[in-house]
T-cell receptor, first 112, second 115 residues
Framework: GQSLEQPSEVTAVEGAIVQINCTYQ??????LSWYQQHDGGAPTFLSY????GLEETGRFSSFLSRSDSYGYLLLQELQMKDSASYFC?????????????FGTGTRLLVSP | DTGVSQNPRHKITKRGQNVTFRCDPI?????LYWYRQTLGQGPEFLTY????????KSRLLSDRFSAERPKGSFSTLEIQRTEQGDSAMYLC?????????????FGQGTRLTVV
């Protein structure tokens, strides 16, 4: 089977930088995605990594190390609106191609 | 196209009743997924379709759950003889088959409460 681990909660202040980690166990890894979900809202896609390294999209970046089965989401210049839950999701031969298995999520609280 | 649409947004039902939810995906998307989410947890995979074919159903899903996607467009998820443990948010998502990545677009979900 597969498993993903994320911290349950992270707190930070406006303007700061925060890193949300995700470790996974799976076979035949294809890629790691990140999704954001505000309370009462739908999950929305943020980023995807299939290869080692950093992917940057505006204030958000995502990193992957396939050899360590580890990735992280980096949020810079935090804003109050970034308060949300963040999920990593893995795609692999284990899960099935183009089928996402989600972690339990990290709740980010941004304070003034 | 305004995105993935789910109906109803909320459903309260008595234990033992049957319920059916509908999902209208983004029109050109050939993959459609159903997930279930409970408070404080990530979306849990239930089943998915490629066009009208159901590719996989989660082993965690009991026989009370059934999903269809006739003609490869909208999909329905039916839960028979509902139980209190079925109370959750049911999320639908759709995507294009466009390797290398899967970008799933989620609907707002149907919140089911079984009383």
């Amino acid at each position: 089977g597969q498993s993903l681990e994320q911290p349950s909660e992270v707190t930070a202040v406006e303007g700061a930088i925060v890193q949300i980690n995700c470790t996974y166990q799976t076979s035949g890894f294809y890629g790691l995605s990140w999704y954001q979900q505000h309370d009462g809202g739908a999950p929305t896609f943020l980023s995807y990594n299939a290869l080692d390294g950093l992917e940057e999209t505006g204030r958000f970046s995502s990193f992957l190390s396939r050899s360590d089965s580890y990735g992280y989401l980096l949020l810079q210049e935090l804003q109050m609106k970034d308060s949300a839950s963040y999920f990593c999701a893995v795609e692999s031969q284990d899960t099935g191609f183009q089928k996402l298995v989600f972690g339990t999520g990290t709740r980010l609280l941004v304070s003034p | 196209d305004t995105g993935v649409s789910q109906n109803p947004r909320h459903k309260i039902t008595k234990r033992g009743q049957n319920v059916t939810f509908r999902c209208d995906p983004i029109s050109e998307h050939n993959r459609l997924y159903w997930y279930r989410q409970t408070l404080g947890q990530g979306p849990e995979f239930l089943t998915y379709f490629q066009n009208e074919a159901q590719l996989e159903k989660s082993r965690l899903l009991s026989d009370r759950f059934s999903a269809e996607r006739p003609k490869g467009s909208f999909s329905t998820l039916e839960i028979q003889r509902t139980e209190q443990g079925d109370s959750a948010m049911y999320l639908c998502a759709s995507s294009l088959i466009s390797p290398p990545r899967t970008e799933a677009f989620f609907g707002q979900g149907t919140r089911l409460t079984v009383v």
